[in-house]
């Protein structure tokens, strides 16, 4: 349906209905002080139902749209660098998409948080995480809030390490407006947003189209094929050459409400994405991969016959991520063994004239059915209850040129077009499955006295195929003083075994453990947070922590099979602290400033690799008059250790700035904007594995040019 080299200025007859008293989002960020602000932010996810943030019985970050469109952030993860203890990074043996971490928690395919948009789960449902070619854009948004700690006592499974919460516009609420984006490595976004009413209904939408080619100069010297080419002869390696993290993404959020019922309708869509540094970390430049995801969501408000505030909610969701992987490039020489997989112990020596193949390519649907009610029980109690069903389908298709049934060991080489099919047989990487789940949760807020609140929270959950979990929540807040506040928090949380982790078979890397157990984590959180100190316009926070995190998932070796299987053998304590400071001198200008430090050790005590122990950030936002306003940020990364037993030098600290020059009415409504990233050209890195002698290389300077016409 889209084709890259679409032209960015292509956008002006798509928001002709746009409704006239629509206002902009311009001007709100310096039109406020702290103070003001702080009184007005809110915050859904830390509950389950909007509450203002001192009140949110968590470690809450709320940024709103104002805020990273004054950045020019393009995509969730240029928002969620600002986040203090939030770090995107790189995943050190995978091929997909950034690795977001909180707290040094992350989980493949960053499954330890969890992803939602307005609190629907947004996630692949083969791994429990994030898609393949995970970016999402943030036309359809209008805050995007972060709880760091457990939410499974709200949210189940997954919420684990903390939450990332993208909150809608709500009907009526939505700028109308249209844009577009020009810049390096052949970058072009389209979006546009509006709203129009049909009858006694009303209609909301947003698109979003994003494509970049990449920055060629990502190099990396050798890869895990090097190595099999020095052992056995071959020249098959695709290094030196680029880690290649294509893109070419759609999004559509709609919305319609009707008395009493709403519709929801969002798709996603990355129809081509590079695979960075290859499935196996050897490059890749002849795999193609993609992704869709479909989301329906149906709610009928019963408050008129229940009371308080209660509502039915429907979800239905499909998902497919067909792909075409070259785990080995062609050419490669590799020893096969009996059960047609690698194996070092055969003196079978096969050439893959095409490569290495296989096509996973994941199908499945998600059905939800929910009841929720909310209840003032009496002048100083908030009763939050919900009970819930979901039944999961999935199923796998895949074609490849090795394993059990397709190999057996002797052949010598394998020819180009040789794929079998393997969908519905034994030999499938992943069998059929499904999976289904009930849940009840209870959530009690009471205000004790005007300066004490009591937050009790508890969710059960019952899965079909691993058994039962319960996790509990406790908050305490106590606002001493109109400017000083403390927060305690303590709560459990679980992260399920995905399905791959309990299914996987007929792979050449890992095959699933018996038995998996949930993930479990227990955190226990105290905040301090000095609100407008000294003046109004100064606000100071602190917070610490401490968690024990067990029955991590992992792969071990087994000697049996000599193979890697999928054990509950990790552990994982961490502890640490950060603090964050905003300050608005003038009226015309805002500070930011955040820390986090952050010591985590494994059930060894050596420290978790991969991971920055210290981060910080720093942002101005300066409005330099009517017409021309400025952004600039930085992010700095260290401390981060290799894993036991790697060789390599240590892992390199960088900082990664950005900035954003704008030029506001250029003609009536029209803003035009210079937006750079990596503004001081940093050779930064994120750790890779051996199987890649060198770090992974980020992106050099970009530049973009960005138009915004706002309706009044």
């Known amino acids: 349906m889209f084709k890259r080299k679409i ?4 956008i002006a007859t798509y928001c002709l209905n746009v409704a006239a008293d629509d206002r902009t989002e311009l001007d709100s960020l310096f039109a406020l002080s702290l103070k003001q602000l702080s009184e007005i932010t809110v915050v859904t996810a830390a509950s389950g139902f909007e509450q203002k943030v001192s009140r949110a019985p968590a470690t809450v970050t709320v940024i709103t749209a104002e805020e990273w469109q004054a950045k020019g952030a393009r995509l969730l993860s240029d928002v969620l660098i600002a986040v203090p203890g939030f770090h995107v990074g790189k995943p050190p043996v995978s091929f997909k998409h950034n690795k977001f971490v909180i707290r040094g928690l992350s989980g493949p395919q960053s499954s330890q948080i969890k992803i939602m948009i307005d609190g629907e789960p947004f996630e692949y449902m083969q791994d429990s995480g994030t898609f393949i070619g995970f970016r999402l854009p943030l036309t359809s948004f209008q805050r995007i809030e972060v709880i ?20 809608s516009y709500k009907q009526g609420e939505i700028p109308a407006s249209i844009g577009a984006r020009t810049g390096s490595f052949s970058t072009n976004d389209i979006f546009a947003r509006g709203q129009l009413k049909l009858g006694e209904s009303q209609l909301q939408w947003s698109i979003d189209y994003t494509h970049s080619d990449d920055d060629n100069d990502k190099i990396v010297s050798s890869d895990l094929q090097s190595t099999f080419d020095g052992i056995f002869g071959s020249n098959a390696s695709k290094a030196p050459g680029p880690i290649d993290e294509h893109y070419e993404v759609f999004s559509l959020l709609a919305k319609w409400r009707m008395k009493n019922w709403t519709a929801d ?17 050897a490059l890749d430049s002849n795999g193609s991969a993609s992704a869709k995801f479909d989301h329906i969501k149906l709610q009928y408000d019963l408050s008129d016959y229940f009371g308080g505030k209660t509502s039915a909610t429907l979800s239905l ?33 096969t050439l893959f004239e095409d490569g290495f193949i296989g096509t996973p390519s994941p199908e499945g649907n998600t059905t939800t059915f929910r009841l929720t009610q909310l209840l003032n029980t009496s002048e100083n109690n908030f009763l939050r209850w ?4 979901e039944a999961l389908q999935f199923k796998a298709r895949e074609r490849k040129n090795f394993g059990t049934g397709i190999l057996d060991g002797s052949e010598s080489i394998v020819t180009v077009d040789s794929l079998t099919d393997v969908t519905g047989t034994d030999f499938v990487y992943l069998p059929e499955k499904s999976r289904s789940f009930y849940y009840f949760s209870i959530q009690d807020e009471w205000q004790i006295n005007p300066e004490l609140s009591l937050n009790l929270g508890l969710r059960y959950d019952e899965y079909s195929d691993f058994g039962s979990t319960t996790n509990p929540r406790f908050g305490l807040i106590w606002q001493a003083t109109e400017k000083f506040a403390f927060k305690f928090f303590a709560g459990t949380a679980f992260k399920s075994p995905s399905i791959t982790d309990l299914d996987i078979r007929n792979n050449p890397v890992v095959v699933s453990g018996k038995e998996l157990q949930p993930e479990t ?8 947070n000095f609100q407008y100190l000294f003046n109004k316009n100064l606000t100071f926070s602190m917070s610490f922590f401490d968690y024990h995190a067990k029955d991590l998932i ?29 300050w608005k001198p003038l009226t015309n200008i805002t500070f930011d400033f955040n820390y986090s430090h952050l010591s985590a050790e494994d059930k060894k005590q050596f420290d978790v690799p991969d991971i920055p122990n210290r981060m910080a950030y720093a942002s101005m936002n300066w409005r330099i008059n009517d017409d021309w306003s400025w952004f600039i940020d930085n992010k700095w990364i260290k401390d981060r250790s290799r894993a036991t037993g790697d060789s390599r030098p240590g892992i390199k600290d960088y900082n990664w700035a950005n900035s954003r020059l704008v030029r506001n009415n250029l003609l009536q409504d029209l803003s035009v904007a210079l937006i750079v990233k990596n503004l001081f050209e940093q050779d930064a890195y994120e750790p890779s594995t051996g199987a890649i002698a060198d770090d992974y290389p980020l992106q050099s300077r970009q530049w973009y040019l960005e138009l915004i016409y706002n309706f009044n």
């Open 7 to 10: 032209s960015p200025i292509l």
């Open 148 to 167: 760091k700690g457990p939410g499974s006592a709200i949210y189940g499974a997954d919420a684990y390490a903390g939450i990332v919460n993208l909150v």
């Open 265 to 281: 309708f969002f798709t996603w869509r990355n129809f081509d994405v590079g695979l960075g540094a290859g499935v196996a970390q």
């Open 317 to 349: 969701k499909e998902q497919k991520g067909p792909s075409y992987l070259a785990v080995f490039p062609p050419g490669a020489t590799l020893p096969i063994g009996l059960d047609g997989n690698i194996d070092f112990s055969s003196t079978n020596l």
């Open 386 to 389: 919900e009970i819930g069903y």
């Open 521 to 528: 984590i227990a955190t226990l959180e105290a905040g301090l």
């Open 554 to 582: 992992e792969t071990v070796f087994d000697e049996q099979i000599q193979g890697n299987v999928v054990q509950n053998i990790g552990e994982q304590k961490g502890k640490g602290g950060e603090l964050w400071l905003k």
